[in-house]
T-cell receptor
């Protein structure tokens, strides 16, 4: 079984709808991250969390919110989706700098299309 | 701020050709450097990493050396295979702020033809 899973894998929705993307991990890591990938732009950080009570904005957090329900679960919400949020979204986890040398482990991604 | 710049793609090579994908970075302090690979339809996987100057990361025939003097971390492979076709991302981790955040380059698509 995959260590980092994301649901759904694909989603098509309409402008103005609320969408939640979910991420679960079995690696036992404290740190979790949400990125979006756009062609020619690489990956950009949306939000990150160091534990259930520690959530931080990344470089492109506007229009998004997150919830860390447990150590293993980190959800990303689009409260009112707009077409320029069409992208590939990745969740990632890491053990922390002192443990694993910063390596992050990525889920398979969710392809979101907002019409 | 910190940033990563990769060579423009796509890169198209014949099987067994030599590969270089250039990566340069701007950072304060001493970041860790990474190459991640994304195969079609999949998430990113760590390919190799280096955590200090002059370190060489290697995996699956790929190599990259952390060059502080030129702020570079170029990816190389002596003989590519069709199965190496993927998107390659260079990234750095800002260790100074202890956030573990990764900053990615824009990605370079590699296509290897038989």
């Amino acid at each position: 079984d995959a260590d980092v899973t994301q649901t759904p894998r694909n989603r098509i929705t309409k402008t103005g709808k609320r969408i939640m993307l979910e991420c679960s991990q079995t690696k036992g890591h404290d740190r979790m991250y949400w990125y979006r990938q756009d062609p020619g732009l690489g990956l950009r950080l949306i939000y990150y969390s160091f534990d259930v009570k520690d959530i931080n904005k990344g470089e492109i957090s506007d229009g998004y919110s997150v919830s860390r329900q447990a150590q293993a679960k980190f959800s990303l919400s689009l409260e009112s989706a707009i077409p320029n949020q069409t992208a590939l979204y990745f969740c990632a986890t890491s053990a922390g700098l002192a443990v694993a040398g910063d390596t992050q482990y990525f889920g398979p991604g969710t392809r979101l299309t907002v019409l | 701020g910190n940033s990563v710049t990769q060579m423009e793609g796509p890169v198209t090579l014949s099987e067994e050709a030599f590969l270089t994908i250039n990566c340069t970075y701007t950072a304060t302090g001493y970041p860790s450097l990474f190459w991640y690979v994304q195969y079609p339809g999949e998430g990113l996987q760590l390919l190799l990493k280096a955590t200090k100057a002059d370190d060489k990361g290697s995996n699956k025939g790929f190599e990259a050396t952390y060059r502080k003097e030129t702020t570079s971390f170029h990816l190389e492979k002596g003989s590519v295979q069709v199965s190496d076709s993927a998107v390659y991302f260079c990234a750095l981790s800002d260790r100074g702020g202890n956030t573990g955040k990764l900053i990615f380059g824009q990605g370079t698509t590699l296509q290897v033809k038989p």
